[in-house]
């Protein structure tokens, strides 16, 4: 697979810009673990490999298990997340499939009960973000990393 184009390269000052609110949103005190979980959650609704690849390996980097990982697809099956958590999958499939599932009132006051409001909004900014940079990478087709890049 080639990638169509190299957004980067192609608009560095506002891909910065991204970066910059990237890096304010994952700096915003919400726990790293639940970040990683979102992203890659949303990443999977998207059928985006290049933000699969990354957050899975960041998350892994970051002390998450493998298994937690690999049940993210199924995470209303299994037992191994919090309610926290699993609220959060909610929302974040909401969010991501606005245009079948948006937030209902009881989905709002069911993430209301885990999170303040200064953390839903964090978590919906976290959603938006990763939302975006799988719509850049699938659109312009980023490659993942190869094999040999998995164990860094």
């Not at 949103?25 to 999977?44: M, N």
């Not at 990982?69 to 919090?82: E, G, M, N, R």
């Amino acid at each position: 697979m080639q990638p169509r184009l190299d957004y980067w390269s192609a608009a560095p000052a506002l891909l910065q810009n991204f970066l910059t609110l990237n890096t304010a949103i994952e700096e915003s005190g919400l726990e790293r673990s639940l970040i990683h979980l979102v992203k890659l959650r949303a990443s999977q609704i998207n059928g985006c490999a290049y933000c699969i690849d990354l957050h899975t390996r960041e998350a892994k980097k970051d002390g998450e298990t493998e298994q937690r990982l690999y049940l993210v697809p199924a995470w209303h099956d299994s037992f191994l997340y919090s309610e926290r958590e699993r609220t959060a999958f909610k929302w974040t499939e909401s969010l991501t499939r606005l245009g079948s599932s948006t937030p209902d009132d009881a989905l709002f006051e069911e993430t209301r009960n885990h999170f303040s409001d200064e953390e839903m909004v964090k978590l919906t900014a976290v959603i938006t973000m990763i939302n975006t940079w799988n719509r850049l990478s699938i659109a312009f087709r980023a490659v993942h990393a190869k094999p040999e890049a998995q164990a860094v």
